[in-house]
C-alpha cells in the first residue's frame, strides 16, 4: 500500500504537519518531559529517562512487533541541495541496510507555505513500509527526544509512525509530547484509559469529550 493512498482513504484532508493533534478530531496529546530541574543538564538524568520512558512505552502500546508501518521522515530544506544526502546519515541506523532499497522519495512544496514566502524552501518526504519488528524505534525515539535538549544522536526532523493495521498516527514531536491519531475513538480508548495520567492537561477537556462519548 502507498502512503498517498492510505491517507486518501483513512485520513482524508489530513496534511502531515505539525500539530497534527489540532488537525484531526480524534486523538490524544500526550506530555512527555515532566519536573524538568535546572540542575538536569547533563546525560540520562530523570527529566531526559522520562521523556525516553513514555515515548516508547506509548509506542509499544499502538504496535505490535508484526503490525505493518510506515515510517515517514520529513526533511525541509532549501531547493537543490546537494547536501541532502548527508543529513539522511542517521536514518540507516535505525532498520537493516537492506530495508533501505524500498525507500521512497518525494519532493514536496514546502508544508508551511506561510514560512517560504520567497519560494527558496522545499520538503523531502522520505517514506518506508515495514514491519515494526524491522525497526529499531528505541533509539529512533530518543533521538528525536534529544533534538531540543543538547544530546546526541539527535533527529530534528519531523518523524511520524502511521501503523496500517491499526490505522493510527503516532508522532514525537520533541522533548515536551506527542500526538496519537485514530480513525474512530474505539481505536485508541485503550491507551486512552490506561495511559490517561500522561494526557496533557492543556487539552484534556477536549481529549475527555472525544473518548467520553463512547
Known sequence: MQLNNFMREHYHNLQLRLPLFYSWDIGIRFELGVNWKSEYDYPNNPYVLGCYNRAITLFEAIHTLNDEIFVVMDIHDVKNNRNLKRKLKNFPRYVNKSLLLKLKH?????????????????????????????????????????????????????????????????????????????????????????????????????????FNRT
Not at 514536496?108 to 525497526?135: A, M
Open 106 to 210: 518525494e519532493a514536496l512544496p514546502y508544508i508551511f507555505p506561510e514560512d517560504n514566502e520567497d519560494g527558496k524552501l522545499i520538503t523531502h518526504r522520505f517514506t518506508l513500509q515495514c514491519k515494526t519488528s524491522d525497526l529499531n524505534y528505541m533509539p529512533l525515539l530518543k533521538a528525536i527526544c534529544n533534538q531540543d535538549l543538547g544530546l546526541k544522536p539527535r533527529i530534528s526532523h519531523s518523524v511520524y509512525f502511521i501503523n496500517i493495521n491499526r490505522k493510527t498516527i503516532f508522532q514525537v514531536y520533541d522533548d515536551r509530547g506527542c500526538d496519537l491519531l485514530a480513525t474512530s475513538p474505539a481505536a485508541i480508548k485503550d491507551i486512552y484509559k490506561k495511559h490517561n495520567d500522561w494526557i496533557l492537561d492543556y487539552d484534556r477537556a477536549e481529549i475527555d469529550k472525544v
